[in-house]
């Protein structure tokens, strides 16, 4: 008796903490959202001199609350699957952990306490309680294109910069060292700069055939944009979406995710799901 009520206990938090899909499971990552959210906010205000001078004990309290309501999850996440080790080395689980040690950590070794803005990366749980696992498909169909694609985009890379490397030496050679191209590298880089349409402004062509040369450069810029979104898109049209539709249940056994609606059984290990 004392053993079915021990797991169904474990059963049951293994839902509400790594599952989204019931009420329980979703109210428990919309708060671990808000509380990471909120230990993120307090390293960011504890950067501030001002600010850290005049509250450093309101937060650094607030800190060592949000460090230890961790901990409590990071233990919960371990308890209650069967293989601990999946979690441990699994990626959300190294996560969880590098987000929960720096500030114990600090209590050692100073300067480690900012380490704890690592703790931004939990916020990826946010896929979890939007469903985009659902979109997994999606993601699988884009990478394919990319793949796809890839030897058409190097080639484009490749003519990228070749013609980089002409314009900046042109440049070099019309504007000269007394306008500020004073070598073919940094004439190169100018041109770089220019035709990706960042524009830092640390260089700039004086003299009237250096500007036109410039404003074909700046023209060329959005069509050189422009080609690798439509060489991946064309790849992308070629690849039928047939991905089934998966959700958030979380195999209790060996921690797999991404299982198929409706599923009994997980599709890594064949245990029973929830």
Not at 57 to 74: D, G, R
Not at 158 to 184: D, K, P, Q, R
Request: glycine letters at 6%; proline letters at 3%; charged letters at 15%.
């Amino acid at each position: 008796m004392s053993y079915s009520k021990k797991k169904h206990w474990k059963t049951r938090l293994h839902e509400i903490i790594y599952e989204a899909d019931t009420p329980e499971g979703k109210l428990f990552d919309v708060i671990l959202l808000i509380i990471i959210i909120a230990s993120i906010l307090l390293v960011m205000l504890e950067s501030v001199e001002s600010i850290d001078r005049k509250y450093h004990t309101i937060i650094n309290i607030s800190e060592w609350i949000v460090t230890i309501l961790f901990t409590i999850e990071y233990i919960a996440r371990i308890v209650t699957v069967k293989k601990p080790l999946h979690y441990i080395t699994s990626f959300y689980g190294i996560i969880d952990l590098l987000s929960t040690i720096p500030k114990y950590i600090s209590l050692f070794f100073a300067g480690t306490h900012a380490l704890v803005a690592i703790r931004a990366l939990r916020l990826l749980r946010v896929f979890r309680i939007l469903k985009l696992g659902r979109y997994l498909g999606a993601s699988n169909n884009l990478l394919r294109a990319i793949k796809a694609s890839r030897v058409k985009i190097s080639v484009f890379l490749f003519a990228v910069v070749i013609i980089s490397i002409i314009l900046g030496t042109i440049m070099y050679i019309v504007e000269g060292e007394e306008h500020g191209f004073t070598n073919i590298p940094k004439s190169v880089y100018w041109c770089i700069v220019t035709l990706t349409t960042v524009g830092y402004g640390d260089i700039a062509p004086q003299t009237p055939i250096g500007q036109f040369i410039a404003s074909i450069v700046m023209v060329l810029g959005y069509g050189i944009i422009a080609v690798p979104t439509g060489i991946v898109t064309a790849e992308i049209a070629k690849v039928s979406d047939n991905t089934p539709t998966v959700n958030t249940t979380s195999c209790a056994n060996c921690s797999a995710e991404g299982h198929k609606d409706h599923a009994d059984f997980c599709y890594n290990c064949g245990h029973k799901l929830h």
